[in-house]
């Protein structure tokens, strides 16, 4: 390009700029540039752009760039960073900045002893744990939650018939009917997996323990219309045993765990069963009309009946330790923590009672009928009525904290966790609601005619409900559908670094 003479020439000028001050060095630079030309100044910028630009978090520490990195809370932003630079994107693998947003958005394992299965393992027992995986999948679990994740669909799996239970884990959805039959399903695929055959009426109690890693057989316990419980073996299908002694029909069931389980009959009695052997261990005697409802904690079991009392129960003994009397009308919902005893009547009022003393600490009002449904959790208490309302409760001052017109009929069916709520009612409406906040976040499912029975964990929700058939109207069918939330088959540029779904945390829907 250049001669030896016009290199030497370069390099006699490059010298002497150097041997410049700093402000005849500024001058030169000003009257080169003036002589210079648009294609010249764009070689210049395009030379000179790079140079100025300083990268703050490689000029830190790391400790203190990781420090910096810990201020922003949300995630899309942390995701934008992570494409700035190869740099950026190594500092934000970092596990401490992930582990102070989980820590942040409140991503911890929780237990549902009402679905009895576990959810995301706590990372401490996992040691390929990686907190920025943890925390992805646990942020995409919650946009899935309030955009909508995907959905199985039983249609042809019960007819007509009515859904009077469910309970689901990760590996079985079960479901009594009223036709006689317990439906067993695959939770991964909605498949039927086996209809366990036996009762002469309609199932209208049931619940199943096990399935742990330490623990993998299912035992299955069920009672109705037939006067007798039955034991299952849900692994395989076999009756284990039938255990009779009641003269009306089961209209509840507990078990304590999978040796013992506690029943309650419309002939005004509860047995406790060793569900082992298949033996009666007690006969409750006291209550002078049907049990409707039933709870146990530990060695105590909390009952109400149509008699309009609760009792406290030893299930040790079989004692009666407590009779609540207060409710005017007959007791339809319990739940019991095994310091207190909530229960809700007919009477449209919500009793707090304390088992040690048998005292009611409070009577809770605003329903306007009957109080069908309650969930407690520590010092929260959620009831839903047949005026379809829903109201949150803080039991430390015994007050209303929210109160939800939440569907235009009944409630049927409700729970809760630390995040979210689910109600269903006799108008067919499925509802998702922000717990902590109250807001209305979309309806779950498409409406129907009425909703059977709802339950949901973590990452999965089952919702039976009564449809009418496309092709005739004048007809109904119950169907299942069961609702997956956790995404895992995404890229790397997925839900998390997805402005729509990210903003699923922060922003809800409030059109009911």
């Known amino acids: 390009m250049f001669d030896e003479a016009q290199l030497n020439h370069l390099r006699l000028l490059k010298s002497a700029f150097r041997l410049l001050t700093a402000q005849e060095k500024q001058f030169l630079l000003y009257e080169i540039i003036n002589c210079c030309d648009n294609t010249q100044l764009t070689y210049l910028n395009n030379l000179i752009a790079p140079r100025l630009k300083i990268d703050f978090l490689k000029e830190l520490p790391i400790e203190i760039s990781l420090h910096v990195l810990s201020f922003i809370d949300d995630p899309r932003t942390l995701a934008r960073a992570s494409c700035v630079s190869t740099f950026w994107n190594s500092l934000l693998r970092d596990e401490a900045t992930w582990k102070t947003l989980c820590m942040k958005h409140q991503y911890r394992r929780r237990n549902s002893s009402i679905c009895g299965g576990e959810l995301l393992a706590p990372p401490q027992q996992r040691l390929d744990f990686s907190y920025r995986e943890y925390f992805k999948r646990k942020y995409n679990i919650a946009a899935a939650w309030a955009h909508g994740g995907s959905v199985n669909v039983v249609e042809d799996g019960f007819g007509e018939e009515l859904v009077t239970s469910l309970q ?76 009779r002694g009641h003269t009306s029909t089961i209209r509840c069931l507990k078990m304590k765990d999978k040796r013992i389980a506690v029943s309650g009959s419309r002939d005004a009695t509860m047995r406790a069963w060793d569900i082992e052997r298949g033996v009666l261990l007690h006969l409750f005697h006291g209550h002078q009309s049907s049990v409707r409802c039933l709870e146990i904690s530990g060695d105590l079991v909390a009952s109400g009946s149509y008699d309009h009392t609760a009792r406290v129960w030893d299930l040790r003994t079989g004692r009666c330790l407590h009779v609540l009397v207060g409710h005017h009308l007959q007791i339809y919902a319990i739940a019991f923590d095994g310091q207190k005893v909530v229960t809700g009547s007919l009477d449209s009022n919500i009793r707090v009672w304390s088992t040690e003393t048998g005292q009611c600490l409070a009577a809770l009002q605003g329903h306007t009928s009957l109080v069908g449904h309650l969930q407690l959790s520590g010092n929260m208490l959620v009831s839903g009525g047949s005026d379809g309302c829903l109201r949150v409760w803080d039991l430390q001052h015994y007050e209303c904290v929210q109160q939800i017109s939440a569907h235009d009929n009944s409630i049927t069916c409700l729970q809760f966790d630390d995040r979210r709520m689910v109600s269903a009612g006799n108008d067919g409406r499925v509802k998702l ?37 496309a092709n005739n109207p004048s007809r109904s069918k119950t169907v299942m559908e069961i609702h997956n939330f956790d995404v895992r088959d995404e890229p790397e540029s997925d839900m998390l670094f997805s402005s729509s779904a990210a903003s699923s945390s922060s922003s809800m829907d409030t059109d009911q």
């Open 433 to 469: 609601w922000d717990i902590r906040q109250g807001h209305f976040v979309r309806q779950l499912s498409a409406p129907g005619n009425t909703v059977w029975k709802i339950q949901f964990n973590d990452t999965k929700a089952v919702v039976l409900m009564q449809r009418r058939h």
């Open 168 to 243: 689901f884990d990760e590996k079985y959805v079960v479901v009594g009917c009223d036709n006689h039959r317990i439906e067993v399903f695959d939770t991964e695929t909605a498949r039927k997996v086996r209809t366990l055959e036996g009762h002469e009426g309609g199932v209208w109690a049931l619940q199943f323990k096990g399935g742990g890693k330490n623990d993998p057989n299912r035992v299955l316990v069920s009672g109705g219309c037939d006067r007798d419980v039955r034991v299952w073996d849900l692994e395989t299908g076999r009756m284990r045993h039938i255990l």
